[in-house]
C-alpha cells in the first residue's frame, strides 16, 4: 500500500524545512529544464523503467512528466512542504499514477521490498545520513530491483575541489537547503553494496562557465541477487 499522498490528509510533521530555498529551486529548476537541458537528462534517467517505482526527493515533481507509461506507479517521497505542495499539482498532469507523501530518505514511510525501482535525482547533496538513507534504498528495493541516479558532487581538479570542500565547511549548505558540493555519489553507492551499471560523468550546463555545481553523474545501479547455496 502506498503512503497517504500530501494532498489527501492529515500531514505529519515536516522533516525538513527550507522554505526560501524550496520558492528559490522551485523557479530555477523549470527554468533550467531548457536552458540548462534538464528535460533530456529526464528522458534519459527514466529511459525504459517499468513497475512500481519510488522516487526520493521529488523536489516539485519535474520527473513525473517523463516516466514512460511501463510504469505502473509512482510514490514520490518530498520531505520539503513547498516543494511537496508543488509536486501534487505535478502529479495531477502526470500519465502514469503518482502518489507524493512527506518523508525522509533515512527512514522511508513504505515497505521492503516494494518497489522494482528506485530514482535518486539530486537528492544525495543533501540528505543528513548518505549510508543510512542508501540503506534504505536497499530495503524498499526487491533483489535485482534497479538505481537510476542523477547526482552532482566532488569533481575538477585540485582548485576545484578545495572550492567545494570549502564551500561546503562554510556558506553552501545553509545557503542551498543542506546541499554538500563535495560529495561522491558513485562511491557512496558502491560502498552500500549495489552493483554499479553504466554511468557517465556530465556536466550541467554543458556548454558555459564550469561552476563547483556542474559536476554531475548520470547512471544505473542494481540491488544483488541473493548468492545462490
Given at each position: 500500500?502506498?503512503?497517504?499522498?500530501?494532498?489527501?490528509?492529515?500531514?505529519?510533521?515536516?522533516?525538513?524545512?527550507?522554505?526560501?530555498?524550496?520558492?528559490?529551486?522551485?523557479?530555477?529548476?523549470v527554468?533550467?529544464?531548457?536552458?540548462?537541458?534538464?528535460?533530456?537528462?529526464?528522458?534519459?534517467?527514466?529511459?525504459?523503467?517499468?513497475?512500481?517505482?519510488?522516487?526520493?526527493?521529488?523536489?516539485?515533481?519535474?520527473n513525473?512528466?517523463?516516466y514512460?507509461?511501463?510504469?505502473?506507479?509512482?510514490?514520490?517521497?518530498?520531505?520539503?512542504?513547498?516543494?511537496?505542495?508543488?509536486a501534487?499539482?505535478?502529479?495531477?498532469?502526470?500519465?502514469?499514477?503518482?502518489?507524493?507523501?512527506?518523508?525522509?530518505?533515512?527512514?522511508?514511510?513504505?515497505?521492503?521490498?516494494?518497489?522494482?525501482?528506485?530514482?535518486?535525482?539530486?537528492?544525495?547533496?543533501?540528505?543528513?545520513?548518505?549510508?543510512?538513507?542508501?540503506?534504505?534504498?536497499?530495503?524498499?528495493?526487491?533483489?535485482?530491483?534497479?538505481?537510476?541516479?542523477?547526482?552532482?558532487?566532488?569533481?575538477?581538479?585540485?582548485?576545484?575541489?578545495?572550492?567545494?570542500?570549502a564551500?561546503?565547511?562554510?556558506?553552501?549548505?545553509?545557503?542551498?537547503?543542506?546541499?554538500?558540493?563535495?560529495?561522491?555519489?558513485?562511491?557512496?553507492?558502491?560502498?552500500?553494496?549495489?552493483?554499479?551499471?553504466?554511468?557517465?560523468?556530465?556536466?550541467?550546463?554543458?556548454?558555459?562557465?564550469?561552476?563547483?555545481?556542474?559536476?554531475?553523474?548520470?547512471?544505473?545501479?542494481?540491488?544483488?541477487?541473493?548468492?545462490?547455496?
Amino acid at each position: 500500500m502506498a503512503p497517504r499522498s500530501a494532498g489527501s490528509g492529515k500531514m505529519s510533521r515536516d522533516p525538513v524545512h527550507h522554505p526560501l530555498f524550496a520558492r528559490y529551486y522551485a523557479r530555477v529548476s523549470v527554468a533550467a529544464e531548457t536552458r540548462m537541458g534538464m528535460a533530456g537528462v529526464r528522458e534519459r534517467l527514466l529511459a525504459g523503467l517499468s513497475g512500481r517505482v519510488l522516487e526520493i526527493g521529488a523536489g516539485n515533481g519535474l520527473n513525473f512528466s517523463h516516466y514512460p507509461r511501463a510504469v505502473s506507479e509512482v510514490v514520490a517521497i518530498e520531505p520539503e512542504r513547498r516543494l511537496r505542495q508543488l509536486a501534487v499539482e505535478a502529479a495531477l498532469r502526470a500519465e502514469v499514477p503518482v502518489d507524493v507523501a512527506p518523508g525522509a530518505a533515512e527512514a522511508l514511510p513504505v515497505k521492503s521490498e516494494a518497489f522494482d525501482a528506485v530514482v535518486i535525482s539530486l537528492v544525495l547533496c543533501s540528505v543528513r545520513d548518505v549510508p543510512r538513507a542508501l540503506g534504505e534504498v536497499r530495503r524498499v528495493l526487491r533483489p535485482g530491483g534497479v538505481v537510476r541516479f542523477f547526482e552532482h558532487g566532488r569533481g575538477g581538479g585540485p582548485a576545484m575541489r578545495f572550492t567545494q570542500r570549502a564551500l561546503d565547511r562554510t556558506l553552501w549548505p545553509p545557503l542551498s537547503g543542506g546541499c554538500h558540493l563535495g560529495r561522491d555519489p558513485v562511491a557512496a553507492l558502491r560502498a552500500a553494496g549495489f552493483e554499479l551499471g553504466p554511468y557517465r560523468r556530465v556536466l550541467m550546463p554543458e556548454k558555459g562557465p564550469t561552476l563547483p555545481t556542474s559536476f554531475c553523474v548520470l547512471g544505473t545501479a542494481w540491488r544483488p541477487l541473493p548468492a545462490e547455496r
